[in-house]
């Protein structure tokens, strides 16, 4: 069973950065889907980054372009989202998702069946 567990998250003022990490273990693939997404409460979690584990493939939201960048480090087993120059509507509850081939690194969230539990990004003005 895929166990994903986040963490990085914090407090930080706008035009800030953090780094997320999600550490996944009982992977039994070498190749498959994950991403980063995340949810404000009373909206939908939405996507904000993806990529296909051991390739150059990546996907960003229109909202994070340019100031997220996800990536992987396959040795560990773990998934990074940097993220600069923050702004106040970042704020939200952070998840990574894991998901077997076939996959779509653009996937919506119902796309996803192993979760973490999730960290809070709070980015203040």
């Known amino acids: 069973q895929v166990q994903l567990v986040e963490s990085g998250g914090g407090s930080v003022q706008a035009g800030g950065s953090l780094r997320l990490s999600c550490a996944a273990s009982g992977v039994t693939d070498s190749r498959y889907c994950m991403g980063w997404f995340r949810q404000v409460p009373g909206n939908e979690r939405e996507g904000v980054a993806g990529i296909y584990t051991g390739s150059d493939y990546t996907y960003y939201a229109d909202s994070v372009k340019g100031r997220f960048t996800i990536s992987q480090d396959n040795a560990r087993n773990t998934l990074y989202l940097q993220m600069n120059s923050l702004k106040p509507e970042d704020t939200a509850m952070y998840y990574c998702?894991?998901?077997?081939?076939?996959?779509?690194?653009?996937?919506?969230?119902?796309?996803?069946?192993?979760w973490g539990q999730g960290t809070q990004v709070t980015v203040s003005s």
């Open positions: 998702a894991a998901e077997y081939r076939p996959c779509k690194i653009d996937g919506a969230p119902g796309d996803y069946k192993n």
